[in-house]
């Protein structure tokens, strides 16, 4: 396949290890570290067979865990006793993945008062308004991370037989992007997963993913979920979906 996609949406290699992290209920202080890059590696393998923009971090960090892996599976140093505990070689990725979760939070806090900025000289809202807005289910932006995992998923629930059949019809990404947005008018929104199940084999799955990444780009579908974590769901862009980087304040709120 030689269709290449670039997103603006694309984050880096420690989202990753976030999203990981928080998807599964690690805990950050004591990561799993064998589970961690196994998973990374099947991201980054599954981001590198789309042909998306995977930048050289993205290698670097893959790198990173293989030498913390390796560090942990090798035996403790003779004469070392138990007061004398070796260092551990996750602490280092860990500090960093805590400072760049406080980070993220900051910039979030900050884009936030920026909106509210932008609200102070609008006309104020009538009670209708108020209580259409409290009715309003609240809907959180997917990110990347979140659309390859149920791409992945996808691709694990293809039958076996169904890998090896000849494909003769070419499904074409421009195809799929117009198959979309024509089901889009017919129905408000529609799931990720049932996109999927549309697909005869393999090569389509590949080919709608890559299609919806690419109406995402160019900003005439968003991809939504009503919980962390949970079915992602299409629908044409608008404006009453909170960006990924705020998800886990209005879901503590």
């Known amino acids: 396949m030689n269709y290449k996609i670039k997103l603006e949406m ?19 202080y004591d990561i799993p570290i064998a589970e961690v890059t196994q998973q990374y590696l099947e991201y980054l393998n599954l981001m590198q067979m789309l042909d998306l923009n995977v930048a050289g971090e993205f290698l670097v ?3 990173t865990l293989m030498q913390i892996k390796s560090k942990m599976l090798l035996p403790a140093e003779e004469g070392v006793t138990s007061e004398e505990e070796k260092d551990d070689p996750r602490e280092e990725l860990v500090k960093r993945l805590l400072e760049y979760e406080r980070f993220k939070e900051i910039a979030g806090q ?4 920026e909106t ?3 609200e102070v000289f609008k006309r104020p809202k009538t009670e209708v308004e108020k209580n259409q807005d409290k009715n309003k289910e609240v809907y959180f ?22 890998f090896y059949e000849v494909v003769k019809d070419k499904f074409t990404v421009e195809e799929a992007t117009h198959n979309i947005l024509h089901l889009l008018l017919v ?5 990720l ?3 999927f199940g549309r697909a005869k084999n393999k090569l389509e799955i590949i080919v709608m993913f890559l299609a919806v990444l690419e109406l995402i780009k160019v900003k005439e579908i968003t991809a939504r ?25 209005a879901s503590a709120s």
Not at 19 to 26: A, F, G
Not at 110 to 113: A, H, I, N, P, V
Not at 230 to 247: A, S
């Open 10 to 28: 694309f984050e880096g290699p420690l989202d990753l290890l976030l999203y990981l992290v928080k998807k599964d209920h690690l805990n950050i």
């Open 61 to 63: 960090m893959a790198a």
């Open 110 to 113: 900050l884009r936030e008062k």
């Open 116 to 118: 509210s900025q932008r």
């Open 141 to 162: 932006e997917a990110s990347i991370f979140d659309l390859i995992n149920a791409f992945s998923q996808a691709l694990k629930d293809v039958p076996k037989e169904v």
């Open 187 to 191: 129905k408000p929104q529609v799931k």
């Open 193 to 195: 997963s049932e996109l």
């Open 225 to 249: 979920q009503s919980e962390l974590f949970q079915e992602i769901e299409i629908v044409r862009n608008k404006e009453n979906i909170i960006p990924y980087e705020h998800r886990g304040e």
